[in-house]
């Protein structure tokens, strides 16, 4: 069973940084595509970031030019580094991944305040 677990959520006031982990249980080369989504109260579940096993990746047009994904093969970890945190961007960060199935993290929370 593919286990997907992230970690590095928190606080962080507005104009932060933070970077997410997402820890896999099998080789990340062996996925088609990593991605993130988050979700905030009330709100659907949304796409923020993704990466195909070639390694172009995809942003959201909320967060371009503020996030990024990046994977270590070695560690068979994906991050998603995000910069110039905002309100809106406080949310629970899935991991996700795909390989003939999605596969789920557990999730992290994120929030941004002052």
């Known amino acids: 069973q593919v286990q997907l677990v992230e970690s590095g959520g928190g606080l962080v006031r507005p104009g932060g940084s933070l970077r997410l982990s997402c820890a896999v249980s099998?080789?990340?080369?062996?996925?088609?595509?990593m991605a993130w989504y988050r979700q905030s109260p009330g709100k659907e579940r949304e796409s923020v970031a993704r990466?195909?096993?070639?390694?172009?990746?995809v942003y959201a047009a909320p967060v371009q030019g503020r996030f990024g994904i990046f994977r270590d093969n070695a560690k068979n970890t994906v991050y998603l580094q995000m910069n110039r945190l905002k309100p809106d961007d406080t949310a629970v960060y899935y991991c996700?991944?795909?390989?003939?199935?999605?596969?789920w993290g557990q999730g992290t929370q994120v929030t941004v305040s002052s």
């Open positions: 996700w991944a795909y390989k003939g199935e999605p596969y």
């Open positions: 099998e080789s990340i080369s062996s996925f088609s595509t």
């Open positions: 990466m195909t096993s070639g390694g172009a990746t």
